[in-house]
């Protein structure tokens, strides 16, 4: 019975085991009011089921987004999207957490629009201390603009860990001890929006936006933050190292989330810095690390 147990577990990802590891708490659907608001051209996002629901619009003159009210130093955030749908090429749909200080803390997740019938991009990078340049890609390995499907970030004073639906598909470890800077001590605020990036986000630039299948519309919803709140000056949180995200099993992955994390590596990832010996001669110290290898 155990061995068909396993076997029936690797079948099927072990989705649902590492999703638990993942999140010890269900999130709880919130209105949108509760924690974000607008950012910019605000007749460009229309409201769904009283607040549960938000729609981004893009057209030829503007995008839009919006920002959470407060600023967290460490938790798990995550954001339920469903992308552009059809020929998005040049769109991008992020979903990030940003510092305001001058030296610029930053986690990204970026959602690549594509030509009709091109599987669609998911870019993730880390900026520390000012310095980004840390871009993985992968291709999804579904149809994001089908339905919802959940992006997650866990972040703790020892690692990253970005998710998609629950199954990681990078960590970022902390690596001061390697000289390289993670971040810590300022607090971000989470921010969404949906503009038109098509001088890079396609092909590098070689696809340009289809205006005429404008205006393009993304859909969010699932606004969680479960966070230490914190003003935009605070060094650090006042309950470190008592909420769920501090504890010892959150430290690093879990056996079944190193194989998820495998898993999307072998077949889905295109780009990984660590490896482009044309951008960067010398890997990056953090790239030493199981994490970003």
């Given amino acids: 019975m155990a061995s068909f147990t396993a076997v029936l577990c690797l079948a099927f990802f072990c989705l649902a085991a590492v999703a638990m590891a993942a999140q010890p708490k269900t999130p709880v659907a919130v209105p949108f009011g509760r924690n974000y608001v607008p950012t910019w051209a605000f007749d460009h996002i229309r409201y769904k089921n009283g607040g549960a629901e938000v729609d981004l619009v893009l057209d030829k003159y503007t995008g839009t987004g919006f920002q959470s009210k407060g600023s967290y130093l460490f938790g798990h955030f995550e954001m339920k ?53 840390r871009e993985q890609r992968i291709y999804l390995w579904f149809d994001p603009s089908k339905g919802y ?76 933050i479960d966070g230490c709140e914190a003003s935009v000056n605070a060094k650090f949180c006042n309950s470190q190292g008592k909420r769920w995200w501090d504890q010892k099993e959150f430290r690093d992955l879990d056996a079944l989330q190193w ?10 990832t295109i780009y990984n810095y660590c490896t482009d010996r044309t951008r960067f001669p010398t890997m990056a110290p953090e790239c030493k690390r199981d994490g970003d290898v």
């Avoid at 194989?259 to 889905?268: I, N």
């Fill in 81 to 133: 999207i469903k992308t552009v749908p059809g020929d998005s090429a040049g769109v991008v749909m992020a979903f990030y957490l940003s510092s305001q200080n001058s030296e610029h803390d930053e986690i990204d997740f970026e959602i690549l629009g594509n030509r009709t019938n091109q599987p669609p991009i998911v870019q993730t990078n880390v900026f520390t201390g000012g310095t980004g340049n």
């Fill in 149 to 224: 499907h959940s992006y997650s970030v866990l972040w703790n004073l020892f690692q990253i860990v970005f998710f998609v639906d629950d199954v990681p598909i990078r960590v970022f470890k902390n690596s001061k001890d390697l000289g390289v800077k993670f971040p810590f001590n300022q607090p971000m605020k989470i921010y969404s929006s949906l503009w038109n990036a098509d001088d890079w986000a396609t092909r590098g630039g070689l696809e340009k936006t289809d205006w005429s299948k404008a205006p393009f519309l993304a859909s969010y919803k699932g606004f969680h």
């Fill in 259 to 268: 194989r998820r994390l495998r898993w999307v590596r072998q077949k889905y």
